[in-house]
């Protein structure tokens, strides 16, 4: 690309590392009780509340707001219903939608808990998610590109359809870096602030609102048709990731610690001296996560669960990639692309 080059992050760059040597060099299984994959995405997802105060919430706007709920919800029901009929397990079913819906990797694994999935549901996931991040880092700013997409635009896009944290930071900064280089209109951070305004804090919060109301779902209805027993309400609160109270409480602490700062002085005091080491910090434990995830996924194991999963999530790429567009290129298209000013 002229003027702007691909930036893989770390964390994916140490995905590919592992995946690499789990499928071509071969580790022994004895090796994945070690990894710790869980551990890692619990300790990254509390981090990242850490770098999310409330008054960032606040902060995005409406706008912001609206348009990345419109795409969670609507991307979760699409994959969920498409995968439901196409015979998946309702559990295999939420957790694919979760990974569409939120966060990738964290939300997969938060909600695979909160729904009580099968072992291998959520590594099904998380494979998915990670194949669907990896091309949009590449597709979304060649089409934003194609388009001539204002920075903000193509950032707010890009964070309504990407998968992952840092495969949506790559894609992002890639096109901030055209911007740079004034061969699309807008500004390098006009792309970086719309991404994070839909993405890191519009579509992650909702990590904990699809896991709190999933876990009520299986506990007193999916479960309660399959064993025709009465749910407990205890069941909810074991089954709900407490790691997601870890996320909020971070966020109330850091919304205390910063309550008497603008979105400016945040951005100029807070951000470098404070959020800056606590996303380093963050970065390392998605370093870590990633490549376990790599060292711990064999392609041959999944590949028993056919090409469904990968079906029905693409359903919802699909609806996730053209509402995104729609919302941020034209229903909210001047909100975007006068980010900033």
Same mark, same amino acid.
């Given at each position: 690309?002229?003027?702007?080059?691909?930036?893989?992050? *770390? *964390?994916?760059?140490?995905?590919? +590392?592992?995946?690499? !040597?789990?499928?071509?060099?071969?580790?022994?299984?004895?090796?994945?009780?070690?990894?710790?994959?869980?551990?890692?995405?619990?300790?990254?997802?509390?981090?990242?509340?850490?770098?999310? *105060?409330?008054?960032?919430?606040? &902060? +995005?706007?409406?706008?912001?707001?609206?348009?990345?709920? !419109?795409?969670? %919800?609507?991307?979760?029901?699409? !994959?969920?219903?498409? /995968?439901?009929?196409?015979?998946?397990? @309702?559990?295999?079913?939420? #957790?694919?939608?979760?990974?569409?819906?939120?966060?990738?990797?964290?939300?997969? !694994?938060?909600?695979?808990?909160?729904?009580?999935?099968?072992?291998?549901? +959520?590594?099904?996931? %998380?494979?998915?998610?990670?194949? &669907?991040?990896?091309?949009?880092?590449?597709?979304?700013?060649?089409?934003?590109?194609?388009?001539?997409?204002?920075?903000?635009?193509?950032?707010?896009? %890009?964070?309504?359809?990407?998968?992952?944290?840092?495969?949506?930071?790559? $894609?992002?900064? #890639?096109?901030?870096?055209?911007?740079?280089?004034?061969?699309?209109?807008?500004?390098?951070?006009?792309?970086?602030?719309?991404?994070?305004?839909?993405?890191?804090?519009?579509?992650?919060?909702?990590?904990?609102?699809?896991?709190?109301?999933?876990?009520?779902?299986?506990?007193?209805?999916?479960?309660?048709?399959? /064993?025709?027993?009465? *749910? @407990?309400?205890?069941?909810?609160? &074991?089954?709900?990731?407490?790691?997601?109270?870890?996320?909020? $409480?971070?966020?109330?602490?850091?919304?205390?610690?910063?309550?008497?700062?603008?979105?400016?002085?945040?951005?100029? %005091?807070?951000?470098?001296?404070?959020?800056?080491?606590?996303?380093?910090?963050?970065?390392?434990?998605?370093?870590?996560?990633?490549?376990?995830?790599?060292?711990?996924?064999?392609?041959?194991?999944?590949? +028993?669960?056919?090409?469904?999963?990968?079906?029905?999530? /693409?359903?919802?790429? $699909?609806?996730?990639?053209?509402?995104?567009?729609?919302?941020?290129?034209?229903?909210?298209?001047?909100?975007?692309?006068?980010?900033?000013?």
């Amino acid at each position: 690309m002229v003027g702007g080059t691909y930036n893989l992050e *770390p *964390p994916l760059v140490a995905l590919v +590392a592992g995946l690499t !040597i789990s499928n071509l060099v071969g580790l022994p299984r004895w090796c994945n009780a070690g990894f710790r994959v869980e551990f890692y995405i619990k300790l990254g997802i509390v981090l990242l509340g850490a770098t999310l *105060p409330l008054t960032l919430i606040v &902060w +995005a706007g409406p706008i912001a707001l609206l348009q990345a709920s !419109i795409v969670s %919800i609507a991307t979760f029901l699409v !994959i969920y219903q498409v /995968s439901v009929r196409l015979g998946l397990d @309702r559990r295999l079913a939420a #957790t694919l939608g979760a990974g569409g819906a939120v966060c990738g990797v964290s939300a997969a !694994i938060a909600v695979s808990s909160a729904v009580g999935a099968k072992k291998e549901h +959520a590594p099904i996931a %998380i494979t998915v998610v990670i194949v &669907w991040a990896i091309v949009m880092i590449f597709a979304l700013p060649l089409a934003s590109r194609a388009l001539q997409l204002p920075a903000g635009v193509s950032g707010a896009w %890009i964070g309504s359809s990407e998968f992952a944290d840092a495969a949506g930071f790559a $894609a992002a900064q #890639t096109y901030g870096d055209l911007a740079a280089h004034g061969v699309v209109p807008g500004t390098a951070d006009q792309s970086i602030w719309a991404f994070t305004l839909m993405k890191v804090v519009g579509r992650d919060v909702w990590i904990g609102i699809w896991a709190f109301v999933l876990a009520l779902i299986a506990t007193t209805r999916w479960e309660r048709s399959e /064993s025709g027993a009465e *749910p @407990r309400l205890a069941e909810i609160w &074991w089954r709900f990731p407490k790691f997601v109270l870890g996320f909020l $409480a971070a966020s109330v602490i850091v919304t205390a610690l910063t309550a008497g700062y603008s979105l400016a002085d945040f951005n100029k %005091i807070v951000n470098p001296a404070f959020v800056a080491p606590i996303k380093d910090l963050r970065t390392w434990a998605f370093i870590f996560c990633f490549l376990t995830i790599g060292l711990t996924t064999r392609f041959r194991e999944l590949a +028993a669960a056919g090409a469904k999963p990968l079906v029905a999530f /693409s359903s919802g790429v $699909a609806v996730n990639v053209v509402l995104g567009f729609v919302l941020s290129a034209l229903v909210f298209a001047s909100h975007w692309a006068a980010l900033g000013h």
